[in-house]
């Protein structure tokens, strides 16, 4: 399901049961694996993969070459820096600035982001 006011790049990868919100931009050569949700006006730049099973909150930019592993939910109006890989089953919190990698099961917060937690399996 793709918002009519959604645009995206012909060279994007949308796979099965995601979900497109209003006013969400995804750019060349993204892929965005299944059953995601990319929340309205998120921005998805060139070249970044989202893992199955992951929700991009409201107002979100993931800048170039970003990684976002599958089960995670990356929260309101943050910002992922170029080339940043943000793990399986993780946690970012609102508004938060990403700037290093984060590792699978994280909880990170703030501006720049910091790991507060790892959670137990």
């Known amino acids: 399901l793709i918002d009519p006011t959604a645009t995206y790049s012909p060279t994007a990868r949308i796979d099965a049961g995601t979900v497109i919100m209003p006013q969400v931009r995804i750019n060349a050569e993204a892929h965005i694996g299944e059953h995601c949700i990319i929340n309205t006006s ?3 730049e060139h070249d970044c ?3 199955d099973f992951t929700h991009i909150a409201p107002g979100t930019v993931l800048t ?3 990684k976002v592993g599958s089960q995670t939910l990356v929260g309101a109006n943050c910002t992922i820096v170029p080339g940043v890989t943000i ?3 993780c946690l970012i919190g609102a508004g938060s600035v990403v700037t290093r990698n984060i590792p699978d099961n994280a ?3 703030g501006r ?3 790991i507060i937690k790892i959670k137990q399996k």
């Open 107 to 109: 909880i990170a917060r």
């Open 42 to 44: 998120a921005v998805i």
């Open 87 to 89: 793990g399986n089953q």
């Open 49 to 51: 993969e989202i893992k």
């Open 112 to 114: 720049p982001a910091r």
């Open 64 to 66: 170039g070459m970003v």
